[in-house]
């Protein structure tokens, strides 16, 4: 029965993939979508769906169905991605002799440019803490870091004290499958983060009995969260009335985007945003409106 080999897979992702713990989540609910459709398709008990119902027409149906509800191109992708590392796995441990959905098409993506910050914004947007506070001064160094390194959210509360080479400028992130990088932090960044460490830090850690190596900390002294780096965001935005939804990816999409537009090579960018294939960075390969129309004035002959 293939339900009872959920479990095995995720434990193969935790331990051979070094997947994350969201990862691993959204793994196990979309797999148990999928056979919660087999067995209401099918009628038969989740626990009792065998091999011979996995095949290309009812993952075809399956999708149809998440077609019908609604969901995006890009979630049905997700899972179907899901599934067919499930698959691959199944394979690898000899439960499937072949792969019987190696021939169903992953659905056509919508192809949407990553929203980002102009320069100017990102100026106001840094300048908005206020750093005679001790929160203002924590606040001032997440931004900072954020805009100067295009970090996700994840790998900025993951930082640890020992991560930061204040005098190289430089920072180890742990990014996604746990895999290490060195990315630079520059002199705004490094300054914002040197404070912080040397005014702010020690007062929020005072906080706390228990010792955290971490790099940026709550009002309690604990951990940053990734919710809360989302609601400091959040906050400044409102300030200065920027009217738009910013997100802290919002940042990592302005850091590439400004990057590339001031002439940075694609391999160099991938390699600052942790990307494993260069065809994840190529999304930002865009161009600003401002950008277009010097072009289009400078090289059109009739203008």
Known sequence: MLSQHIEGFLDHLRIERSASNLTLISYRTDLIQFFTFLSQEYAVPQQSISTNLLNHKSVRQYLAQMQEKGMSRATMARKLAALRSFVRYLCRENVLESNPIAAVATPKQDKKLPKFLYPV??????????????????????????????????????????????????????????????????????????????????????????????????????????????????????????????????????????????????????????????????????????DIKTIHNDKHPRR
Do not use: C, W
């Not at 499958?177 to 404070?195: D, F, Q």
């Not at 955290?212 to 009002?219: E, G, Q, T």
């Not at 738009?244 to 160099?268: C, E, I, M």
């Open 121 to 290: 914004e990102m100026e106001v947007l840094l300048e908005a803490p206020d750093v005679s506070k001790t929160m203002g001064i924590r606040d001032k160094a997440i931004l900072e870091t954020l805009y100067a390194t295009g970090l996700r959210v994840s790998e900025l509360t993951g930082l640890n004290v020992d991560d930061i080479f204040i005098d190289e400028e430089l920072i180890k992130v742990r990014g996604k499958g746990n895999k290490e990088r060195i990315v630079p932090l520059g002199s705004k960044a490094r300054e914002g983060i040197s404070i912080y460490l040397s005014h702010s830090r020690p007062l929020l850690q005072a906080k706390n009995a228990t010792v955290d190596n971490a790099v940026f900390l709550n009002k309690y002294g604990s951990r940053l969260s990734e919710r809360s780096v989302r609601n400091i965001l959040n906050k400044y935005v409102d300030q200065i009335a920027l009217n738009q939804k910013v997100s802290p990816h919002t940042l990592r999409h302005s850091f590439a985007t400004h990057l590339l537009n001031a002439g940075a090579d694609l391999r160099s960018v991938q390699e600052l945003l942790g990307h494993v294939k260069l065809s994840t960075t190529q999304i930002y390969t865009h161009l600003t409106r401002e």
